[in-house]
Protein backbone atom coordinates (compact mmCIF):
# COMPACT_ATOMS: atom_id res chain seq x y z
CA UNK A 1 0.00 0.00 0.00
CA UNK A 2 1.08 3.50 -1.01
CA UNK A 3 1.64 6.19 1.78
CA UNK A 4 -1.12 9.26 1.75
CA UNK A 5 0.95 11.86 0.20
CA UNK A 6 -0.10 15.30 2.04
CA UNK A 7 2.65 17.64 0.18
CA UNK A 8 2.04 20.66 2.94
CA UNK A 9 -1.34 20.85 2.59
CA UNK A 10 -4.32 20.66 4.06
CA UNK A 11 -6.09 17.49 4.20
CA UNK A 12 -9.60 17.46 3.47
CA UNK A 13 -11.77 14.19 3.13
CA UNK A 14 -15.49 14.08 2.36
CA UNK A 15 -18.32 11.30 2.95
CA UNK A 16 -21.42 11.56 0.54
CA UNK A 17 -23.95 9.56 1.12
CA UNK A 18 -27.41 9.39 -0.86
CA UNK A 19 -30.94 10.48 1.13
CA UNK A 20 -32.00 6.78 -0.36
CA UNK A 21 -31.66 4.93 2.40
CA UNK A 22 -30.66 4.64 5.97
CA UNK A 23 -27.26 4.91 7.10
CA UNK A 24 -25.94 1.52 7.03
CA UNK A 25 -22.75 -0.01 8.81
CA UNK A 26 -20.83 -0.18 5.37
CA UNK A 27 -21.78 3.56 4.87
CA UNK A 28 -20.90 4.22 8.45
CA UNK A 29 -17.45 2.42 8.58
CA UNK A 30 -16.66 5.02 5.26
CA UNK A 31 -17.53 7.63 7.67
CA UNK A 32 -15.28 6.38 10.20
CA UNK A 33 -12.03 6.11 7.90
CA UNK A 34 -12.62 9.21 6.18
CA UNK A 35 -12.65 10.74 10.12
CA UNK A 36 -9.63 9.10 11.35
CA UNK A 37 -7.64 10.05 8.28
CA UNK A 38 -8.82 13.90 8.73
CA UNK A 39 -8.37 14.17 12.71
CA UNK A 40 -4.88 12.15 13.07
CA UNK A 41 -3.41 14.17 10.03
CA UNK A 42 -5.00 18.05 11.72
CA UNK A 43 -7.25 17.95 8.21
CA UNK A 44 -11.31 18.69 7.84
CA UNK A 45 -14.07 15.76 6.79
CA UNK A 46 -16.57 17.40 4.96
CA UNK A 47 -20.19 16.12 4.07
CA UNK A 48 -21.85 16.30 0.99
CA UNK A 49 -25.57 14.51 0.28
CA UNK A 50 -25.92 13.74 -3.22
CA UNK A 51 -28.89 14.07 -3.58
CA UNK A 52 -29.81 14.88 -7.71
CA UNK A 53 -31.98 11.65 -8.17
CA UNK A 54 -34.78 12.78 -7.68
CA UNK A 55 -36.80 9.24 -7.89
CA UNK A 56 -34.48 7.85 -4.91
CA UNK A 57 -33.86 10.90 -2.48
CA UNK A 58 -36.30 11.27 0.36
CA UNK A 59 -35.96 14.39 2.48
CA UNK A 60 -36.93 12.61 5.38
CA UNK A 61 -34.12 10.36 5.30
CA UNK A 62 -31.71 13.39 5.81
CA UNK A 63 -32.02 13.62 9.23
CA UNK A 64 -31.74 10.47 10.62
CA UNK A 65 -28.77 9.98 8.34
CA UNK A 66 -27.22 13.10 9.97
CA UNK A 67 -28.17 11.58 13.42
CA UNK A 68 -26.70 8.57 12.96
CA UNK A 69 -23.22 10.25 12.01
CA UNK A 70 -23.04 12.02 15.34
CA UNK A 71 -23.70 9.41 17.06
CA UNK A 72 -21.19 7.23 15.66
CA UNK A 73 -18.97 9.88 16.65
CA UNK A 74 -17.73 11.13 13.30
CA UNK A 75 -18.77 14.59 13.76
CA UNK A 76 -18.28 17.08 10.08
CA UNK A 77 -16.50 20.09 9.25
CA UNK A 78 -17.84 23.15 7.78
CA UNK A 79 -21.45 23.22 5.93
CA UNK A 80 -23.35 20.56 4.30
CA UNK A 81 -22.61 21.05 0.83
CA UNK A 82 -25.89 19.72 -1.22
CA UNK A 83 -25.61 18.51 -4.77
CA UNK A 84 -29.27 19.46 -5.56
CA UNK A 85 -28.48 23.37 -4.77
CA UNK A 86 -25.52 22.73 -7.63
CA UNK A 87 -27.40 21.98 -10.86
CA UNK A 88 -26.17 25.18 -12.66
CA UNK A 89 -22.59 25.14 -12.02
CA UNK A 90 -22.56 21.18 -13.44
CA UNK A 91 -24.28 22.79 -16.56
CA UNK A 92 -21.56 25.05 -16.86
CA UNK A 93 -18.92 22.59 -16.70
CA UNK A 94 -20.66 20.31 -19.37
CA UNK A 95 -20.47 23.24 -21.28
CA UNK A 96 -16.70 23.42 -20.91
CA UNK A 97 -16.23 20.26 -21.70
CA UNK A 98 -18.44 19.92 -25.07
CA UNK A 99 -16.49 23.14 -25.99
CA UNK A 100 -13.59 20.76 -25.85
CA UNK A 101 -11.70 18.52 -27.54
CA UNK A 102 -13.13 16.19 -24.91
CA UNK A 103 -16.65 16.00 -25.19
CA UNK A 104 -19.22 15.65 -28.03
CA UNK A 105 -22.92 15.17 -28.44
CA UNK A 106 -24.83 11.91 -28.95
CA UNK A 107 -28.27 12.06 -30.08
CA UNK A 108 -29.09 8.35 -29.78
CA UNK A 109 -31.90 7.62 -28.57
CA UNK A 110 -32.25 5.19 -25.27
CA UNK A 111 -34.88 2.73 -27.32
CA UNK A 112 -31.73 2.75 -30.04
CA UNK A 113 -29.36 2.01 -26.82
CA UNK A 114 -31.05 -0.80 -25.36
CA UNK A 115 -31.26 -2.25 -28.98
CA UNK A 116 -27.45 -2.16 -29.42
CA UNK A 117 -26.80 -3.92 -25.10
CA UNK A 118 -29.04 -6.48 -26.64
CA UNK A 119 -27.05 -6.90 -29.40
CA UNK A 120 -24.17 -7.11 -27.80
CA UNK A 121 -25.30 -9.55 -25.19
CA UNK A 122 -26.38 -12.33 -28.06
CA UNK A 123 -23.32 -11.34 -29.42
CA UNK A 124 -21.08 -12.06 -25.70
CA UNK A 125 -19.49 -8.47 -26.25
CA UNK A 126 -18.87 -5.66 -24.06
CA UNK A 127 -21.69 -3.28 -23.77
CA UNK A 128 -19.96 -0.25 -25.07
CA UNK A 129 -21.03 2.40 -26.72
CA UNK A 130 -20.04 2.23 -30.32
CA UNK A 131 -19.18 6.03 -30.84
CA UNK A 132 -21.93 6.16 -33.27
CA UNK A 133 -22.07 9.89 -32.90
CA UNK A 134 -18.25 10.99 -32.36
CA UNK A 135 -17.79 12.08 -35.69
CA UNK A 136 -20.80 13.94 -36.55
CA UNK A 137 -20.08 16.99 -38.83
CA UNK A 138 -20.99 20.09 -37.70
CA UNK A 139 -23.58 20.47 -40.46
CA UNK A 140 -24.67 17.18 -39.16
CA UNK A 141 -25.04 18.10 -35.53
CA UNK A 142 -26.53 21.95 -36.23
CA UNK A 143 -29.06 20.32 -38.41
CA UNK A 144 -30.08 17.45 -36.10
CA UNK A 145 -30.32 20.59 -33.39
CA UNK A 146 -32.14 22.54 -35.52
CA UNK A 147 -34.50 19.36 -35.81
CA UNK A 148 -35.02 19.17 -32.00
CA UNK A 149 -33.53 16.26 -31.61
CA UNK A 150 -32.36 15.87 -27.92
CA UNK A 151 -28.98 14.85 -26.91
CA UNK A 152 -26.51 13.56 -24.72
CA UNK A 153 -23.02 14.79 -23.85
CA UNK A 154 -20.42 12.15 -23.76
CA UNK A 155 -16.61 12.28 -22.68
CA UNK A 156 -14.19 10.63 -25.57
CA UNK A 157 -11.73 8.29 -24.13
CA UNK A 158 -8.45 8.37 -25.40
CA UNK A 159 -6.53 5.31 -26.61
CA UNK A 160 -3.79 3.87 -23.88
CA UNK A 161 -3.61 3.13 -20.13
CA UNK A 162 -5.22 4.45 -17.15
CA UNK A 163 -3.50 4.22 -14.01
CA UNK A 164 -3.20 5.61 -10.79
CA UNK A 165 -1.39 4.70 -7.43
CA UNK A 166 -4.55 3.62 -4.97
CA UNK A 167 -3.96 4.19 -1.06
CA UNK A 168 -4.71 0.76 -0.28
CA UNK A 169 -4.15 -1.50 -3.23
CA UNK A 170 -0.85 0.43 -4.58
CA UNK A 171 -0.68 0.55 -8.31
CA UNK A 172 -3.94 0.04 -10.18
CA UNK A 173 -4.59 0.22 -14.22
CA UNK A 174 -6.87 -0.85 -16.70
CA UNK A 175 -7.03 -0.65 -20.17
CA UNK A 176 -8.95 2.08 -22.07
CA UNK A 177 -10.76 0.39 -24.51
CA UNK A 178 -12.29 -1.44 -21.92
CA UNK A 179 -14.05 2.21 -20.73
CA UNK A 180 -16.55 3.53 -23.15
CA UNK A 181 -17.22 7.27 -23.53
CA UNK A 182 -19.42 7.71 -21.10
CA UNK A 183 -22.38 10.04 -20.62
CA UNK A 184 -21.41 13.18 -18.47
CA UNK A 185 -24.81 14.97 -18.65
CA UNK A 186 -28.13 13.40 -20.16
CA UNK A 187 -30.44 14.69 -22.81
CA UNK A 188 -33.04 16.33 -20.17
CA UNK A 189 -29.35 18.58 -19.08
CA UNK A 190 -28.77 16.97 -15.73
CA UNK A 191 -25.33 16.23 -15.31
CA UNK A 192 -24.23 12.22 -14.07
CA UNK A 193 -22.77 11.08 -11.18
CA UNK A 194 -19.23 11.29 -12.48
CA UNK A 195 -19.13 14.33 -13.49
CA UNK A 196 -21.41 16.19 -10.54
CA UNK A 197 -18.58 14.54 -8.26
CA UNK A 198 -15.75 15.24 -10.11
CA UNK A 199 -16.75 18.97 -9.83
CA UNK A 200 -17.88 18.50 -6.19
CA UNK A 201 -14.58 17.04 -5.65
CA UNK A 202 -12.37 19.92 -6.81
CA UNK A 203 -14.90 22.74 -5.74
CA UNK A 204 -14.88 21.50 -1.87
CA UNK A 205 -10.85 21.22 -2.03
CA UNK A 206 -11.09 17.27 -1.76
CA UNK A 207 -7.36 16.10 -1.55
CA UNK A 208 -8.14 12.67 -0.92
CA UNK A 209 -10.91 10.52 -2.20
CA UNK A 210 -11.53 7.22 0.36
CA UNK A 211 -14.38 5.43 -0.72
CA UNK A 212 -15.79 1.36 -1.21
CA UNK A 213 -13.86 -0.45 -4.34
CA UNK A 214 -16.69 -0.73 -5.73
CA UNK A 215 -16.17 2.49 -7.08
CA UNK A 216 -12.87 1.60 -8.64
CA UNK A 217 -14.52 1.71 -12.22
CA UNK A 218 -16.35 5.30 -11.62
CA UNK A 219 -12.11 6.20 -10.18
CA UNK A 220 -10.65 5.29 -13.52
CA UNK A 221 -13.95 7.82 -15.21
CA UNK A 222 -13.18 10.42 -12.83
CA UNK A 223 -9.34 10.69 -13.84
CA UNK A 224 -10.50 11.56 -17.53
CA UNK A 225 -12.99 13.87 -16.28
CA UNK A 226 -10.24 15.76 -13.74
CA UNK A 227 -7.90 16.22 -17.23
CA UNK A 228 -10.49 16.95 -19.39
CA UNK A 229 -11.30 20.24 -16.91
CA UNK A 230 -8.13 21.38 -16.35
CA UNK A 231 -8.02 19.58 -12.39
CA UNK A 232 -5.30 18.36 -10.43
CA UNK A 233 -6.71 14.69 -9.36
CA UNK A 234 -7.08 13.98 -5.57
CA UNK A 235 -5.32 10.75 -3.99
CA UNK A 236 -7.58 7.90 -4.23
CA UNK A 237 -7.78 4.89 -1.39
CA UNK A 238 -10.23 1.86 -1.91
CA UNK A 239 -11.37 0.77 1.13
CA UNK A 240 -12.43 -3.13 0.90
CA UNK A 241 -15.96 -4.18 1.24
CA UNK A 242 -17.73 -4.83 4.32
CA UNK A 243 -19.46 -8.27 3.91
CA UNK A 244 -22.52 -10.31 5.59
CA UNK A 245 -21.27 -13.48 7.10
CA UNK A 246 -23.08 -14.95 3.67
CA UNK A 247 -20.43 -12.64 2.12
CA UNK A 248 -22.45 -10.76 0.18
CA UNK A 249 -22.22 -6.71 0.65
CA UNK A 250 -23.60 -5.46 3.49
CA UNK A 251 -26.69 -3.27 2.24
CA UNK A 252 -29.86 -1.64 2.73
CA UNK A 253 -31.42 -3.36 0.13
CA UNK A 254 -30.86 -6.72 1.84
CA UNK A 255 -32.54 -5.63 4.93
CA UNK A 256 -29.45 -4.95 6.92
CA UNK A 257 -29.71 -2.94 10.06
CA UNK A 258 -30.00 0.92 9.94
CA UNK A 259 -27.24 2.32 12.55
CA UNK A 260 -29.26 3.86 14.21
CA UNK A 261 -30.96 0.51 15.05
CA UNK A 262 -28.30 -0.38 16.72
CA UNK A 263 -28.53 2.53 19.21
CA UNK A 264 -31.54 1.27 19.82
CA UNK A 265 -30.44 -1.90 20.89
CA UNK A 266 -28.03 -0.96 23.32
CA UNK A 267 -24.96 -0.73 20.97
CA UNK A 268 -22.64 1.93 22.51
CA UNK A 269 -21.08 4.79 19.75
CA UNK A 270 -17.83 4.15 21.24
CA UNK A 271 -18.04 0.10 20.67
CA UNK A 272 -19.71 0.77 17.15
CA UNK A 273 -16.67 3.43 16.06
CA UNK A 274 -13.90 0.97 17.35
CA UNK A 275 -15.30 -2.11 15.86
CA UNK A 276 -15.96 -0.83 12.26
CA UNK A 277 -12.85 0.95 12.33
CA UNK A 278 -11.06 -2.03 12.78
CA UNK A 279 -12.94 -3.77 9.54
CA UNK A 280 -10.40 -2.90 6.76
CA UNK A 281 -7.84 -0.83 8.96
CA UNK A 282 -5.62 -2.56 11.67
CA UNK A 283 -3.61 -0.82 14.50
CA UNK A 284 -0.82 -3.71 14.16
CA UNK A 285 -0.85 -4.45 17.38
CA UNK A 286 -3.23 -7.53 19.12
CA UNK A 287 -4.89 -5.32 21.03
CA UNK A 288 -8.16 -4.44 19.72
CA UNK A 289 -10.24 -2.08 22.58
CA UNK A 290 -9.79 1.40 21.70
CA UNK A 291 -11.42 4.97 22.44
CA UNK A 292 -11.85 7.22 19.28
CA UNK A 293 -9.50 9.84 20.86
CA UNK A 294 -6.67 6.53 21.00
CA UNK A 295 -7.69 5.41 17.09
CA UNK A 296 -7.25 9.23 16.01
CA UNK A 297 -3.62 9.35 17.95
CA UNK A 298 -2.52 6.00 16.42
CA UNK A 299 -4.15 5.92 12.66
CA UNK A 300 -1.73 5.13 10.09
CA UNK A 301 -2.91 5.56 6.47
CA UNK A 302 -0.50 2.78 5.35
CA UNK A 303 -2.30 0.30 7.71
CA UNK A 304 -5.39 0.06 5.58
CA UNK A 305 -5.99 -3.55 4.48
CA UNK A 306 -7.28 -4.93 1.15
CA UNK A 307 -9.04 -7.84 2.39
CA UNK A 308 -12.85 -8.06 2.18
CA UNK A 309 -14.54 -8.06 6.24
CA UNK A 310 -17.01 -10.07 7.52
CA UNK A 311 -19.41 -7.66 9.58
CA UNK A 312 -20.24 -9.75 12.86
CA UNK A 313 -22.95 -8.71 15.18
CA UNK A 314 -21.64 -11.28 17.88
CA UNK A 315 -18.14 -9.48 17.91
CA UNK A 316 -19.96 -5.82 17.91
CA UNK A 317 -21.53 -7.10 20.62
CA UNK A 318 -18.34 -8.12 22.11
CA UNK A 319 -16.34 -5.03 21.70
CA UNK A 320 -19.86 -3.18 23.34
CA UNK A 321 -19.22 -4.80 26.65
CA UNK A 322 -15.52 -3.92 26.80
CA UNK A 323 -16.69 -0.10 25.84
CA UNK A 324 -19.38 -0.82 28.85
CA UNK A 325 -16.69 -2.33 31.61
CA UNK A 326 -14.62 1.27 30.95
CA UNK A 327 -17.49 3.25 32.66
CA UNK A 328 -18.12 3.88 35.46
CA UNK A 329 -22.00 3.06 37.50
CA UNK A 330 -22.91 6.54 37.47
CA UNK A 331 -22.35 6.68 33.52
CA UNK A 332 -24.06 3.20 32.99
CA UNK A 333 -27.63 4.33 35.13
CA UNK A 334 -27.77 7.97 32.39
CA UNK A 335 -27.35 5.26 29.20
CA UNK A 336 -29.92 2.78 30.94
CA UNK A 337 -32.42 4.80 32.13
CA UNK A 338 -33.46 5.68 28.96
CA UNK A 339 -34.17 2.15 28.05
CA UNK A 340 -36.05 1.42 31.46
CA UNK A 341 -38.54 4.11 30.65
CA UNK A 342 -39.17 3.18 27.17
CA UNK A 343 -39.55 -0.19 28.43
CA UNK A 344 -42.48 0.65 30.04
CA UNK A 345 -40.69 -0.10 33.26
CA UNK A 346 -40.90 3.08 35.49
CA UNK A 347 -40.81 6.90 34.60
CA UNK A 348 -37.94 9.69 34.43
CA UNK A 349 -39.34 11.26 37.32
CA UNK A 350 -39.17 7.79 39.27
CA UNK A 351 -35.96 7.82 38.41
CA UNK A 352 -34.92 11.14 39.17
CA UNK A 353 -35.65 10.94 43.03
CA UNK A 354 -34.09 7.50 43.38
CA UNK A 355 -30.45 7.72 41.45
CA UNK A 356 -29.01 5.94 43.84
CA UNK A 357 -31.29 2.85 43.65
CA UNK A 358 -30.62 2.91 39.83
CA UNK A 359 -26.95 2.99 40.29
CA UNK A 360 -27.57 0.33 42.57
CA UNK A 361 -29.16 -2.31 40.44
CA UNK A 362 -26.97 -1.41 37.95
CA UNK A 363 -23.81 -2.05 39.95
CA UNK A 364 -25.56 -5.63 40.56
CA UNK A 365 -26.23 -5.83 36.50
CA UNK A 366 -22.93 -4.49 34.75
CA UNK A 367 -21.09 -8.21 35.12
CA UNK A 368 -24.03 -9.69 33.00
CA UNK A 369 -24.92 -6.76 30.91
CA UNK A 370 -23.51 -6.53 27.49
CA UNK A 371 -25.95 -4.18 25.44
CA UNK A 372 -27.36 -1.41 27.63
CA UNK A 373 -30.78 -2.20 26.68
CA UNK A 374 -29.77 -5.56 28.99
CA UNK A 375 -30.40 -3.61 31.87
CA UNK A 376 -34.53 -3.33 31.04
CA UNK A 377 -34.64 -7.05 30.28
CA UNK A 378 -32.74 -8.47 33.19
CA UNK A 379 -33.29 -6.06 35.61
CA UNK A 380 -37.09 -5.37 35.19
CA UNK A 381 -38.54 -6.84 38.44
CA UNK A 382 -36.00 -4.04 40.55
CA UNK A 383 -38.26 -1.83 39.04
CA UNK A 384 -41.81 -3.48 37.75
CA UNK A 385 -42.81 -6.86 38.95
CA UNK A 386 -46.13 -8.30 37.82
CA UNK A 387 -45.39 -11.69 39.90
CA UNK A 388 -44.84 -13.80 36.87
CA UNK A 389 -43.01 -16.52 37.48
CA UNK A 390 -40.66 -18.69 34.94
CA UNK A 391 -42.94 -21.69 34.16
CA UNK A 392 -39.95 -24.52 33.74
CA UNK A 393 -38.69 -22.87 36.77
CA UNK A 394 -41.45 -22.71 39.14
CA UNK A 395 -42.61 -26.27 38.30
CA UNK A 396 -38.80 -27.31 39.45
CA UNK A 397 -38.71 -24.77 42.60
CA UNK A 398 -42.23 -24.22 43.49
CA UNK A 399 -43.06 -27.59 45.99
CA UNK A 400 -45.11 -27.52 48.62
CA UNK A 401 -41.89 -27.55 50.65
CA UNK A 402 -40.59 -24.39 49.29
CA UNK A 403 -43.93 -22.80 49.99
CA UNK A 404 -43.11 -23.67 53.85
CA UNK A 405 -40.09 -22.77 54.07
CA UNK A 406 -40.48 -19.59 51.68
CA UNK A 407 -43.64 -18.36 54.56
CA UNK A 408 -40.65 -18.66 57.51
CA UNK A 409 -37.70 -17.35 55.33
CA UNK A 410 -39.97 -13.91 54.91
CA UNK A 411 -40.52 -14.17 58.70
CA UNK A 412 -36.89 -14.11 59.82
CA UNK A 413 -36.26 -11.73 57.20
CA UNK A 414 -38.91 -9.54 58.78
CA UNK A 415 -37.24 -9.55 62.06
CA UNK A 416 -34.07 -8.12 61.11
CA UNK A 417 -32.87 -4.84 62.66
CA UNK A 418 -30.81 -4.68 59.58
CA UNK A 419 -31.15 -6.12 56.02
CA UNK A 420 -27.65 -6.26 55.36
CA UNK A 421 -25.71 -8.74 52.93
CA UNK A 422 -24.06 -10.38 55.83
CA UNK A 423 -27.24 -10.71 57.92
CA UNK A 424 -29.40 -11.47 55.13
CA UNK A 425 -27.12 -14.84 54.05
CA UNK A 426 -26.50 -15.73 57.92
CA UNK A 427 -30.19 -15.85 58.37
CA UNK A 428 -30.71 -18.04 55.10
CA UNK A 429 -27.28 -20.35 56.67
CA UNK A 430 -29.10 -21.04 60.22
CA UNK A 431 -32.35 -21.87 58.51
CA UNK A 432 -31.19 -24.10 56.14
CA UNK A 433 -28.69 -25.90 58.61
CA UNK A 434 -31.98 -26.02 60.93
CA UNK A 435 -33.81 -27.96 58.93
CA UNK A 436 -31.21 -30.65 57.35
CA UNK A 437 -31.24 -28.23 54.40
CA UNK A 438 -28.91 -27.72 51.71
CA UNK A 439 -28.87 -24.05 50.93
CA UNK A 440 -29.48 -24.21 47.59
CA UNK A 441 -32.95 -25.38 48.51
CA UNK A 442 -33.73 -22.42 50.04
CA UNK A 443 -31.76 -19.95 47.36
CA UNK A 444 -33.19 -21.07 44.45
CA UNK A 445 -37.15 -20.84 45.37
CA UNK A 446 -36.37 -17.24 47.37
CA UNK A 447 -34.49 -15.96 43.75
CA UNK A 448 -37.45 -17.23 41.89
CA UNK A 449 -39.58 -15.75 44.26
CA UNK A 450 -38.38 -12.16 44.07
CA UNK A 451 -37.34 -11.70 40.94
CA UNK A 452 -39.70 -14.44 38.37
CA UNK A 453 -36.83 -15.69 36.68
CA UNK A 454 -34.18 -18.64 37.77
CA UNK A 455 -30.82 -16.63 37.41
CA UNK A 456 -29.44 -13.47 38.07
CA UNK A 457 -26.75 -11.11 40.43
CA UNK A 458 -25.55 -12.49 43.53
CA UNK A 459 -29.24 -13.16 45.78
CA UNK A 460 -28.20 -11.69 48.71
CA UNK A 461 -26.66 -8.97 46.84
CA UNK A 462 -30.20 -8.54 45.02
CA UNK A 463 -32.63 -8.97 47.84
CA UNK A 464 -30.62 -5.94 49.90
CA UNK A 465 -31.14 -3.74 46.63
CA UNK A 466 -34.84 -4.81 46.85
CA UNK A 467 -35.31 -3.51 50.02
CA UNK A 468 -36.91 -5.56 53.29
CA UNK A 469 -40.29 -5.05 52.58
CA UNK A 470 -40.46 -5.93 48.93
CA UNK A 471 -38.50 -8.97 49.75
CA UNK A 472 -40.61 -9.84 52.33
CA UNK A 473 -44.11 -8.93 50.36
CA UNK A 474 -42.72 -11.15 47.12
CA UNK A 475 -41.72 -13.88 49.27
CA UNK A 476 -44.90 -13.87 51.18
CA UNK A 477 -47.08 -13.85 47.90
CA UNK A 478 -44.78 -16.68 46.07
CA UNK A 479 -45.93 -18.89 49.25
CA UNK A 480 -49.39 -18.33 48.16
CA UNK A 481 -49.21 -18.32 44.74
CA UNK A 482 -47.62 -21.95 45.40
CA UNK A 483 -50.07 -23.44 47.63
CA UNK A 484 -53.26 -21.81 45.43
CA UNK A 485 -51.41 -23.95 42.59
CA UNK A 486 -50.99 -26.89 44.75
CA UNK A 487 -54.51 -26.97 45.64
CA UNK A 488 -55.63 -27.19 41.87
Known sequence: ??????GGAEIRVRLAPSPSGYLHVGTARMAIANYLFARHYGGKFLLRIEDTDAERSDAALLEPILSALQWVGTPWDEEIVYQSRRIALYNEYAGKILESRYGYRCFCSPERLQVDREKARADKKPLQYDRRCLNLTPGEIDSRIKAGDKFAIRLKIPDGQTRFTDMVSGEVSRRNEDLEDFVIARSDGTATYNLAVVVDDHDMGITHVIRGNDHITNTFKQIHLYHALGFAAPEFGHLPM????????VSKRLGDKDVAQYRHEGILPEAMFNYLCLLGWSPKTDREIYTSAELIEIF????FNPSNAIFDEEKLVAFNREHMVMKSDHELATLAAPFLVDAGLTTKYWLETRWDYLRAVVRLLRERARRISDFASLGGYFFSFGYRYDAQAAVKQFTAESAEWLG????????????????????????AEEKGLKKAQLIHPTRLAVSGVPVGPSLFEMLVVLTQPVVVERMRRAAEYIRKQQSE
Open 1 to 6: MSSAKT
Open 408 to 431: ELAARFESLKEFTHDGVEATLSEM
Open 242 to 249: ILRPDKRK
Open 300 to 303: DANN
